[in-house]
């Protein structure tokens, strides 16, 4: 067991979170990946399709292990801001934890027509995860979301 399942200290991770109704969207990427603007392209529209969506984590989410979930939450002093290019941190509603349930690469490459089956799942601190690559471009959001629905009606 490590620190994280133990209720120990958290593992800091390089990334933005959203909550979309009760699962959470944890989007990974380097820097200038385009993962605030996925997360809040995404947040959009789910809000659209009439969901809950709301802010995490920008940036750096901080996770933890809690009955076998991957809990995320943000990292001070960056809660409730998000980074907008041309605006720096700007405030946004955000709530302070959720249970991941689906992983975002933003790789900045074309992804795979049809991946193989093990690149459909990645482990976060020793959860295993359904796991989705986006290229990081306008309309990655529609793609996700749709995932999203997949992964949580199947699972």
């Known amino acids: ?15 933005s979170t959203i ?3 009760e699962a959470g969207v944890l989007i990974r990427g380097k ?6 603007v996925l997360a809040l ?13 709301r802010l ?7 996770l933890s292990v809690r009955g076998g979930r991957l809990l995320a939450r943000p990292v001070a002093p960056l809660e409730g801001l998000v980074e907008r290019r041309g605006f720096g941190l700007t405030p946004e509603p955000h ?10 690469d933003v790789s900045g490459e ?18 295993d995860l359904p796991r989705l690559t986006a290229m990081g471009r ?3 959001e529609r793609l996700v979301l749709a995932a999203l629905k997949l992964f949580i009606d199947s699972g």
């Open 1 to 15: 067991m490590n620190n994280a399942e133990a209720g120990g200290s958290d593992s800091r991770i390089h990334a």
């Open 19 to 21: 909550a979309i109704g």
């Open 31 to 36: 820097s200038g990946a385009g993962k605030s």
């Open 41 to 53: 392209a995404l947040i959009t529209l789910a809000k659209q399709e009439g969901l809950f969506a």
């Open 56 to 62: 995490v984590a920008d940036d750096r989410t901080a």
């Open 95 to 104: 709530i302070p934890a959720i249970v991941v349930r689906l992983i975002v």
């Open 110 to 127: 074309e992804p795979p027509r049809m991946p193989e089956a093990e690149d459909l799942v990645a482990q976060l601190v020793g959860i």
């Open 138 to 140: 306008p309309g990655d």
